[in-house]
């Protein structure tokens, strides 16, 4: 999300000026205060919706980086909780949740190859707390799953369910898709 602020700052000047006088009374000299007013600079952009940049659920992104050669699409399709297929164990206690949520996203490559995985994938809550992956997969984890260090060719996708250990009585606000060093992309959880 880009949020520019406008930054405004008060900056107080004092000086004492002194007045002559013939008297040799001690009167207190009287004080100048100069107030001024320093702004952002024009260049800086006003303050924006932060949801401006948050896609609805299924929408899909194009992620284009030219310098490395690879063009993908991102999407994510569905968010459950709790998870409706097969339930798998429930979480562990260190892994923060007592039931398992899960996102049905796809990623395919219009140019170029790429290493999918679950680890780019989040959630985030209104409160900014997060659910990262777990990193379990295969057993009883929901299935189909998403790849974890796959390889997709390109003009190819891969496909699948992520798995995230939740708080049962609480729903993230957005999906986050950020890969190590690129721009996040977000999708809003519709709250039921």
Known sequence: MRTSTAVAAAVVLGGAVTACSSSDSAKPAP???????????????????????????????????????VHITVQALEYQQPY????????????GGDTWATVNVKVCTVKGDVEVSQFPWSLAYEDGTSVEVTGS????????????????????????????????????????????????????????
Request: aromatic share 4%; proline share 11%.
């Open 31 to 69: 004080t100048v205060t100069v107030t001024k007013t320093v702004s952002a600079s024009s260049r800086a952009k006003a303050a924006t919706n932060p949801d401006d940049d948050v896609l609805k659920m299924g929408a899909k992104k194009d992620v284009d980086d030219a310098e490395s050669g």
């Open 84 to 95: 409706k297929g097969p339930q798998p164990q429930k979480p562990q206690d260190f892994q």
């Open 137 to 192: 997969s295969g057993g009883d984890m929901p299935k189909p799953e998403f790849p974890m260090g796959k390889r997709v060719l390109s003009g190819r996708c891969a496909a699948g369910l992520i798995a995230f250990p939740v708080d049962s009585k609480k729903r993230p606000e957005r999906l986050v898709h950020q890969p190590e060093g690129g721009d996040p992309t977000e999708w809003a959880i519709p709250k039921t």
